[in-house]
């Protein structure tokens, strides 16, 4: 063996003891005294286990899942199969689509979409700000007016200009 692979192995037999002494209780200023590293060095001793065990963690939910989903998709063609050869039973189909419904929520496809409502040109539909009319003078509140009945007036005109 290579003095490196054995500074490795080493190096992973004080990180197990490492942590096997502060599941047990010990501090880190003892697991570093006992192992005779750094407070720093037991710290990171005990992060790399951690991150390790949360890899192996999430590693196996990842490997649960998969073959949760390659179960279904068996189930699902044993039973399609069993639809094609004749069986019209009502209870297969419904078992089909039950089991596709498993399989879609374990692999996140019916998960809700959110929806955005959109301009015709595709842009996002933006919500057009209230005048806060209380902020208005008198004055301002009398020329506003005047523009809004200005408005009425020419689109009534030209609507009836249209119509004649």
């Avoid at 189930?75 to 399609?80: D, F, G, P, V």
């Avoid at 200005?150 to 030209?158: L, M, P, R, S, V």
Wanted: charged fraction near 35%.
């Amino acid at each position: 063996m290579s003095r490196e692979s054995l500074r490795k192995i080493e190096l992973e037999m004080r990180r197990d003891r490492a942590f096997e002494l502060s599941q047990a209780g010990s501090s880190p200023s003892e697991i570093a005294n006992e192992l005779g590293v750094t407070h720093n060095t037991v710290l990171r001793y005990l992060e790399a286990r951690r991150e390790a065990e949360a890899s192996k963690d999430s590693e196996e939910v990842e490997l649960q899942l998969a073959m949760q989903v390659v179960r279904i998709q068996a189930l699902i063609a044993t039973l399609y199969r069993q639809v094609m050869e004749g069986d019209e039973s009502l209870q297969t189909t419904i078992r089909i689509v039950q089991l596709m419904e498993k399989e879609a929520k374990l692999l996140g496809l019916d998960a809700p979409k959110q929806m955005q409502h959109s301009e015709p040109d595709g842009d996002p539909e933006k919500k057009q700000e209230q005048p806060d009319f209380s902020a208005f003078t008198d004055e301002e509140l009398d020329l506003f007016l005047e523009l809004v009945d200005k408005i009425k007036f020419d689109d009534d005109t030209e609507h009836k200009g249209a119509v004649v």
